[in-house]
């Protein structure tokens, strides 16, 4: 008897090992290669650009009636300037080069890869524009973030690429490639380079980029005494200080420090038991965030035996469009550490609180 999602998860592994290879082309040919301005970060626009066609292009192919949450679209590179002009020309080589690449492991012709499937740039164009769906709570779509982690991409550190097929505002399907990732950080000498992926009911799995050696994840057991935290690099996207309060109210000792790291590579290493939670509270008022950003990364931490919640221990919702609404926070962890995390988090919450009213009295 098939298992559900079988071809989907096949499709998702297939697409990300391009779009992989893509980014990875990019930084080796744009990134390293030129010199860029403080704040320029036009190669991983390309990057982004050309990352989000491939993926696009391949699920037209395998699933023509779903549509797709994508985090770019093509206006920029429709302009009438001769900026937009090199930039869609380099966006279009890119992706032809990714689609083109001989068929590898898993890989069917029928979805639109292999050589000879060139496509044109008005066809790249409008794969692109296919992630403009604005996302809800009923039937079938993608999610796509092409590159997540710009600046850890830009730094040739950590980023990734996220796939994730939703279902009735639930993942079903998500797949994310970390190009940069240690394939065991026990053991460097295996070399870098990883696909996550997990299905619904069906486990989480780690590959390598050429899509072998598929090996089970599983969150292990772990106490604030050995735990630590996975955070971003950059304390804008997630206040460090929070965490820091967060480890105190835990009593995690300082030889423990938190593992930052760019991107959704962060929920791969805690699925396959690195840090011991992944927590992301967010430093500005308002900000939502994006339904990209988390989709993979929470089923693959759910089939690995966790837990994702927001700060009020509420699952993340997404059903509501492009964002995750009113969930306030990411608490990622395994099952046993989850209810711990959870409870700093809110006392820490309330701490914060309470010093707004004494200072407004």
Known sequence: MSQAYTTEEQVAVAAVRRACHLTASVFNKLVKNETLTKGDKSPVTVGDFAAQAVISTILSHAFPADPIVGEEDASDLRADTPAA??????????????????????????????????????????????????????????????????????????????????VDAKV???????????????????????????VRGQGAQQLTLSGSNPTPLSIPSTSPSTLSFLESVEPAHSSHSFNTRVSELLSIPASS???????????????????GAYLRMPTGVGYREKIW??????????????????SRGQPLNFGLGRTLGENYGVIAAGKDTHPLV????????????????????
């Open 85 to 166: 002009k090199e930039m869609k020309a380099r966006v279009v080589a890119l992706a032809n080069e990714a689609l083109t690449e001989e068929l590898g492991l898993g890989d069917n012709e029928g979805w639109g890869i292999g050589p000879g499937k060139e496509r044109t740039d008005e066809q790249l164009l409008d794969a692109i524009d296919r992630g403009n769906f604005e996302g809800g709570g009923t039937g079938r779509m993608w999610t796509i973030d092409p590159i997540d982690g710009t600046k850890g991409f830009l730094r040739g550190e950590q980023y990734a690429v996220c796939l994730a097929l939703i």
């Open 172 to 198: 079903q399907v998500g797949v994310i490639g970390c190009p940069n990732l240690p394939i065991d950080p026990s053991q460097p000498d295996k070399g870098t380079g990883c696909i996550f992926k997990a």
């Open 257 to 275: 420090p938190p593992i930052r790291m760019d991107s959704q590579a962060k929920y791969g290493c805690l699925a396959r038991g690195q840090g």
């Open 293 to 310: 950003d988390h989709a993979s990364g929470n089923i693959l931490v759910e089939e690995s035996g966790g837990i994702v919640t927001d």
């Open 342 to 361: 959870l409870a700093a988090v809110q006392k820490a919450l309330a701490e914060e609180a309470e010093k707004e009213t004494k200072a407004k009295v």
